[in-house]
């Protein structure tokens, strides 16, 4: 990256030069875990935990280090694995590479996509269960929080097959225990799995799904993959083999006409029933806000799938995994558009305040005069790519977007208020944001970039680079008093 500095990674010793054509990913969720465990980003947590607020607190408060395995958890023989892709280094560490690959991994997956591979036996089905199932008994769900309306499984990533298309679909979806055999799910507007849920409701049958927890990496950021950069006939299994570079692996669900990944931890099979609903919610949101109480579909679970020994995963609503997994998507995705719409484009940075959704650092290089302008279009052009993005920064690229000082400083010393500053009023964003009405707010862009003849009188004082020797620095105070007679 061009800039000052260079924030750079831990695991640098380690980084690969990909090239993305013919380059395999291991992204299975085991094989993951293994290479988080070896690098230090996975510890475990070895005192009883009780999954009634206890274990979903810890997280809280451990959120943004190393994934967390609950090795006891009262009343359940099944580990729980949280805070799994809450940083930087942790989706480093899963994925072997560091995150700039990552996003690029991310944006091959629709140009190749590679369709599943059927096995006739899988992993996730070397237990079934078909009678007496009772989720709150089998599963370590969490309570989240004490003001949620229950516990929630919150790391199940649905997978539906398009009733009319015959299209596979993969979306993260919370699932609020309803007792025994019946979970309640929201649909939202405009998501691909309310589509078919409706289709479903047009054609009178009950819609088949699968909820699988612990699922492959790649399905993981294709389930997390949105709105235009995911369009609806494209088959997001196809997609998910297409990040990785390897088609899925795939087995017949046992009570379902559907294909389920063959290496999930649990698979949970059942129906959305499109004559009964259930109150679901409140449950603690990625904003830090209760989603209020509303009407859903009830899921009816017909089988309980899983391996020997099966690994549970669950995900903070109001934590830092639920963010960070979108956050490389929703960069490549916005790079995808960017670079293409306007090319001075170099690097863009979803920030961590703005829970890598509302705001974007974009930071650009031009080269000659006529370029002068085309930061501005960037900001529309990146409001325009993601919906739900309010708050857009243009800086130059000697600014490091990565580091919050830098790009304040581009703002202290490169930001006119009464000139840089763009206002888009009446837009569409989240309605999740509780100041919008409804989701409507005015975006704010903010150009903090210099005019191409004006590049030279802007330029930062440089300092020779040199080499410091680890043995050249002593933090010993006794030394520090010796050289100074003190």
């Not at 903070?316 to 998507?329: A, D, I, Q, S, W």
């Not at 964003?429 to 210099?450: C, F, M, P, Q």
């Amino acid at each position: 990256m061009a800039g000052r500095g260079h924030a750079g990674s831990a695991l640098e010793v380690w980084e690969t030069t990909l090239t993305l054509s013919n380059t395999v990913l291991d992204t299975r969720f085991r094989a993951a875990l293994g290479r988080m465990a070896d690098r230090g980003r996975l510890v475990t947590y070895t005192a009883p935990a009780d999954p009634y607020l206890d274990v979903a607190g810890i997280m809280k408060k451990l959120d943004g280090g190393p994934a967390l395995l609950f090795a006891k958890v009262d009343g359940y023989d099944m580990p729980v694995v949280g805070n799994l892709l809450s940083c930087q280094a942790n989706v480093e560490a899963a994925f072997g590479i560091d995150f700039r690959g990552v996003r690029e991994f991310i944006g091959r997956a629709l140009g190749e996509p590679k369709p599943p591979v059927e096995v006739e036996r899988a992993p996730a089905q070397e237990i079934v269960h078909t009678h007496d199932i009772d989720l709150a008994r089998m599963l370590p769900a969490l309570q989240h929080t004490a003001d949620d309306a229950g516990r929630y499984i919150t790391a199940g990533i649905v997978i539906v097959k398009d009733p009319e298309t015959g299209i596979y679909n993969a979306s993260y979806h919370r699932l609020m225990l309803a007792g025994g055999n019946r979970a309640g799910i929201q649909l939202d507007f405009g998501r691909h799995l309310r589509l078919a849920f409706e289709r479903a409701q047009k054609a009178g049958r009950h819609l088949p799904v699968a909820a699988c927890i612990g699922t492959d990496l790649a399905l993981h950021y294709t389930a997390a993959t949105m709105g235009s950069q995911m369009p609806e006939h494209a088959d997001e299994l196809a997609v998910a083999g297409g990040l990785c570079g390897r088609p899925l692996s795939v087995v017949k669900a046992v009570t379902q006409d559907l294909l389920v990944p063959a290496e999930s931890e649990i698979v949970l099979e059942g129906v959305l029933k499109i004559d009964e609903e259930v109150m679901e919610g409140p449950f603690g949101e990625f904003v830090g806000y209760l989603a209020p109480a509303d009407p859903g579909p009830v899921f009816e679970v017909s089988a309980v799938t899983h391996r020997a020994k099966p690994i549970y995963h669950a995900i903070n609503g109001y934590g830092r995994e639920t963010v960070v997994l979108r956050k490389y998507v929703l960069e490549a995705s916005l790079l995808k558009v960017l670079q293409s719409a306007v090319p001075i484009v170099v690097d863009a940075e979803m920030t961590a305040g703005g829970l890598h959704r509302f705001h974007a650092i974009v930071q650009v290089r031009k080269t000659g005069p006529t370029h002068d302008g085309l930061q501005r279009n960037a900001i529309l052009a990146a409001f325009g790519a993601l919906k739900d993005l309010d708050l857009v920064i243009v800086v130059d690229d000697d600014i490091d977007i990565r580091d919050p000082a830098d790009v304040e400083y581009a703002l202290a010393t490169r930001m006119e208020a009464s000139k840089d500053i763009v206002l888009v009023p009446g837009a569409r964003g989240h309605e999740y944001v509780r100041v919008s009405n409804g989701g409507i707010r005015t975006k704010l862009g903010i150009d903090a970039t210099v005019p191409f003849a004006e590049k030279a009188r802007f330029a930062r004082c440089v300092f020779k680079d040199v080499t410091i020797a680890e043995t050249a620095i002593s933090a010993d105070p006794a030394v520090a008093r010796r050289r100074l007679d003190l």
